[in-house]
C-alpha cells in the first residue's frame, strides 16, 4: 500500500515461490481479501499489480495450484507468471518444457514468460545446460504455443545481466566459451569508459564440450 502511494510506480511485481509451495495460503479468504484490496487500488492508481512464481516442472502445477492461481487473477491481480530455471534431467527437453508451459498456460492461467540458465554457482554444474543446447531448446518449443505465452529462454551472464540465448556476439564451442556485450551503464560503471565495449564470457559445464575442449580444460588445471 505504501508503494501505491509513490506516484511514479506503473508497476509491481510480487515474487514468490509459495504458489507452489504452499497454494493452500493463497486461497485463505483473509489472504484473498488483502489481495483484492490491493488490486483494487492499484487499478484505481493505474498500476499494473501481478505476481511473480518459480515452477521447474510439470508436476508442480497441480490442482489446488491452478485453483490458487485463478482465485488471485479472481481477486484482481493483472497476471500470474511464471520464471523458471532451466535444469538439466528436470525440465532441459523440448518435451519436458512444452508439458510444463502448457500446463502453466492451459490449465493454471500462470504465463510462463522466462526461463532462466542455471547460475555459474558452486555446487550446481550438474543442472546447467551449455548455451548451444538453450538455443536448440528455445529453437524447439517455437510454434507449440500462442506468442505471448512462449517462453524467452535467458542467461544471465555475470556483469550484464539477463540476454536471450542468441544474442551472444561470440561463441567457441569447442572451448564452451560464450561472449556478451551489454547497452546500458548500472551505478558501479557509470565512469567506466570500457562497460560498453567490453565482452563478457560465460563458461559452458565443461562436461557438455567436446573431447578435445575437455582436454583441453584439464590441460590448464
Given at each position: 500500500?505504501?508503494?501505491?502511494?509513490?506516484?511514479?510506480?506503473?508497476?509491481?511485481?510480487l515474487?514468490?515461490k509459495a504458489l507452489?509451495a504452499?497454494?493452500q495460503?493463497?486461497l485463505?479468504?483473509k489472504?484473498?481479501?488483502?489481495?483484492?484490496?490491493t488490486a483494487r487500488?492499484?487499478?484505481?492508481?493505474?498500476?499494473?499489480?501481478a505476481?511473480?512464481t518459480?515452477i521447474?516442472?510439470?508436476?508442480?502445477?497441480?490442482p489446488?495450484?491452478?485453483?490458487a492461481?485463478?482465485a488471485?487473477l479472481d481477486?484482481g491481480?493483472?497476471d500470474v507468471?511464471n520464471?523458471?530455471?532451466?535444469m538439466?534431467?528436470?525440465?532441459?527437453t523440448?518435451?519436458?518444457?512444452?508439458?510444463?508451459c502448457?500446463?502453466?498456460?492451459?490449465?493454471a492461467n500462470?504465463?510462463?514468460?522466462?526461463?532462466?540458465?542455471?547460475?555459474?554457482?558452486p555446487?550446481?554444474?550438474?543442472?546447467?545446460v551449455?548455451?548451444?543446447?538453450?538455443?536448440?531448446l528455445?529453437?524447439?518449443?517455437?510454434g507449440?504455443?500462442?506468442?505471448y505465452?512462449?517462453p524467452?529462454i535467458v542467461?544471465d551472464v555475470?556483469y550484464?545481466?539477463?540476454r536471450?540465448v542468441?544474442?551472444?556476439?561470440?561463441?567457441d564451442r569447442e572451448?564452451g566459451?560464450?561472449?556478451?556485450?551489454?547497452?546500458?551503464?548500472t551505478?558501479?560503471?557509470r565512469?567506466?569508459p570500457?562497460a560498453?565495449?567490453?565482452?563478457?564470457?560465460?563458461?559452458?559445464?565443461?562436461s557438455t564440450?567436446?573431447?578435445?575442449?575437455q582436454?583441453?580444460?584439464a590441460e590448464?588445471?
Open positions: 500500500m505504501q508503494l501505491l502511494e509513490i506516484d511514479t510506480i506503473r508497476d509491481i511485481r515474487a514468490t507452489a504452499l497454494p495460503h493463497w485463505q479468504e489472504v484473498l481479501d488483502g489481495v483484492h484490496r487500488l492499484a487499478a484505481a492508481r493505474g498500476v499494473n499489480l505476481l511473480h518459480h521447474n516442472h510439470v508436476q508442480s502445477v497441480t489446488l495450484v491452478a485453483a492461481a485463478r488471485l481477486a491481480l493483472r507468471r520464471q523458471g530455471v532451466l538439466r534431467g528436470v525440465n532441459a523440448a518435451d519436458d518444457l512444452l508439458d510444463l502448457l500446463a502453466l498456460q492451459g490449465e500462470i504465463l510462463p514468460y522466462y526461463f532462466y540458465m542455471c547460475d555459474m554457482i555446487n550446481a554444474e550438474h543442472w546447467r551449455a548455451v548451444r543446447e538453450a538455443q536448440e528455445q529453437h524447439a518449443i517455437m507449440y504455443l500462442p506468442g505465452a512462449t524467452r542467461c555475470p550484464v545481466g539477463k536471450w542468441h544474442q551472444l556476439t561470440e561463441y572451448m566459451v560464450s561472449y556478451w556485450t551489454k547497452n546500458y551503464r551505478g558501479i560503471e565512469h567506466d570500457d560498453l565495449a567490453r565482452r563478457y564470457p560465460y563458461y559452458d559445464p565443461i564440450l567436446p573431447e578435445t575442449g582436454r583441453a580444460w590448464k588445471r
